[in-house]
């Protein structure tokens, strides 16, 4: 699990191996190979890398995710404020976001939770915890990583930003093995 650089804001680079990238066009994320907490046009995104060894090839594993819960704090211009559930269900990552190469033990998969911006919005804090999971679709086995972020953000004159002071991520329980 790659999920940046806590407590600052970028820095961290994809995984050795890892071809994948966020297309800057795809929206829900703020482009590029930087990993943390971001920033841009699009809104504020957590960019996260999930990375899995495995023993029997890549391709013989089926990857998911779960939110857990988690809510969302929105602070407006005219100086009113709502927070708002994240309610837990399936949130599976993307095909064209996902690296199964044959030949290869090793699964890796990009995310970018966050908020997205809206010019009415003057700052966010966002939190919400996750359940990453690598199952064998050969045999019944599966492992799981489970995290969390807080992302802390701003909209300055259509500026968006990020604190690094109060954005956080972290493993909330490392790679166990888990239910399919």
């Not at 269900?89 to 990009?110: C, E, K, M, R, Y």
Request: glycine share 8%; with cysteine.
């Amino acid at each position: 699990m790659n999920l940046g650089p806590p407590p600052s804001s970028r820095g961290s680079s994809l995984s050795i191996g890892d071809n994948l990238s966020w297309s800057s066009a795809k929206s829900g994320s703020c482009g590029a190979k930087v990993l943390g907490a971001q920033g841009c046009a699009a809104g504020w995104f957590w960019q996260v890398e999930v990375a899995a060894t495995v023993s029997n090839g890549a391709p013989n594993w089926s990857v998911s995710q779960n939110i857990n819960g988690g809510s969302t704090t929105y602070y407006y211009t005219n100086l009113t404020s709502k927070t708002v559930p994240v309610n837990p269900g399936a949130d599976n990552p993307s095909a064209s976001f996902v690296q199964q190469t044959s030949g290869s033990n090793s699964i890796f998969w990009l995310d970018s939770p966050g908020v997205y911006y809206a010019s009415n919005i003057a700052s966010i804090n966002d939190s919400v915890s996750f359940t990453s999971k690598v199952c064998s679709t050969k045999v019944t086995t599966c492992s799981c990583v489970d995290w969390t972020y807080t992302l802390v953000g701003s909209n300055t004159l259509g500026t968006v930003s990020v604190n690094t002071q109060t954005s956080s991520a972290s493993i909330t329980k490392a790679s166990y093995s888990c239910s399919p």
